[in-house]
């Protein structure tokens, strides 16, 4: 049997948790008088409005966020024998360029420092300080490739600042690709608060988590497509979060609407590049983490059952009962991968771990 394996599960390392609390615009963590034995943790866009009352502005934050013992507790209450911890969002992208550098070796050691603790069970992708400048990028993406539990980078949608179709991010993807290092895209900014509407105060994080983070996702993997950042980087590999977001789905009418382009007609960029199909089955792998079987089989259909990794979000979206036992966004995650591989099991393992262990190279 091939182990269980969580390839997108979060924590906010005790340097990071630092980082945070000692700050007062997002992100950030804090008290808030009216509540003042929770903490909450502010971070994403558009959370902080101050008309809405404390305790319903980001989300609590106990020690499951960064305390590792609470991880192996929940990897062992769910069956999980390995993960692999990323920072959760927004990782460095919003410190100073001159800051950035040096929190990024801090943080990443941390991370190590806290897999080392676990032999076997604990991996990482990185995290890149992305508001410096290349050389220093790229100077923690060779030191990253050194350290023991390090299998990869956790990167968002901004890059640079300007997108990952920026070409001044062609020295980061080299140094990416030349050291065999993953990229893990995964979403943070959403979209414009104002596709929310007026009444978007209403509808709690249904909006932003459920449509503004895959689209996110879309639209940044089909902007590097776009880029011909593949048809420079063949080698580049590339795991999306939440299933690739709407990409899988997309794909075809993203083909289509390429082909039928005028404007990338002319410029000859409709013929010598390598199509979505193709990058979707060598440079991108996808996370399991969609809950239901329509977006798995999704995914199936669009990278293949070998290109997909199980993942939970953990510790985002806990249960919302104090007294429940197991995690149902988890449980909805294993049973979609039951019945899409109903009586083949081989390829369930595969999607259970056995992926991971391959392509992250998981043998201790
Ligand atoms: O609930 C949330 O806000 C999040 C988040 O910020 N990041 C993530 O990975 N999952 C859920």
Redesign the pocket.
């Known amino acids: 049997m091939a182990p269980i394996v969580d390839i ?1 599960t ?1 924590v906010y390392p005790p340097k990071y948790m630092e980082l945070l609390r000692s700050r007062t615009t997002v992100p950030y963590v804090r008290e808030f008088p009216d509540a003042p034995d929770s903490s909450r943790l502010i ?2 866009p558009g959370e902080d409005d101050p008309s809405m009352p404390s305790t319903s502005r980001g ?1 609590p934050i106990g020690s499951e966020y960064f305390d590792i013992k609470q991880k192996i507790a929940f990897m062992d209450q769910h069956k999980i024998d390995k993960s692999v911890i990323s920072l ?2 927004p990782w460095l992208d919003f410190l100073p360029a001159e800051e950035a550098g040096q929190k990024a070796v801090e943080i990443n050691n941390d991370v190590n420092e806290q897999c080392e603790l676990y032999p076997g069970r604990l991996y990482f992708f990185g995290t890149l300080p992305l508001s410096s400048d290349t050389d220093t990028i790229v100077k923690e993406i060779e030191r990253l490739s050194t350290l023991k539990r390090a299998r990869g980078v956790i990167l968002g949608t901004s890059g640079l600042g300007s997108g990952l179709d920026d070409p001044k991010l062609d020295p980061v993807y080299a140094a990416l690709q030349k050291h065999n290092q993953l990229i893990f895209l ?1 979403p ?1 900014y959403g979209l414009p608060t104002s596709v929310y509407g007026p009444r978007a105060s209403e509808y709690g ?1 249904v909006l ?2 459920a449509m503004g ?1 895959p689209l996110e996702t879309t639209i940044a993997v089909t902007r590097m497509l776009l880029s011909g950042v593949w048809d420079r980087f063949t080698g580049l590999n590339v795991l999306l ?1 939440h299933s690739g977001g709407t990409l899988p789905f997309l794909a075809g009418r993203i083909e289509s609407c390429i082909l039928h382009d005028g404007h990338l007609k002319a410029h000859g960029k409709t013929e010598k590049r390598r199509d979505i199909w193709e990058i979707l089955k060598t440079n991108i792998y996808l996370d399991a983490v969609v809950y239901s079987t329509v977006g798995l089989n999704a995914a199936i259909e669009a990278s293949g059952a070998d290109r997909l990794l199980f993942g939970t ?1 953990h510790p ?2 806990p249960p919302l009962e104090a007294d429940a036992m197991e995690w149902h966004s988890v449980n909805a995650n294993y049973t979609a991968i039951s019945k899409s591989f109903s009586g083949e099991d081989e390829k369930a393992q595969g999607v259970l771990g056995g992926n991971a262990v391959r392509i992250l190279k998981l043998e201790d």
């Open positions: 997108h979060h971070i994403l989300r959760a969002n995964h943070h994080h932003p988590l983070f979060a979000d985002f979206f």
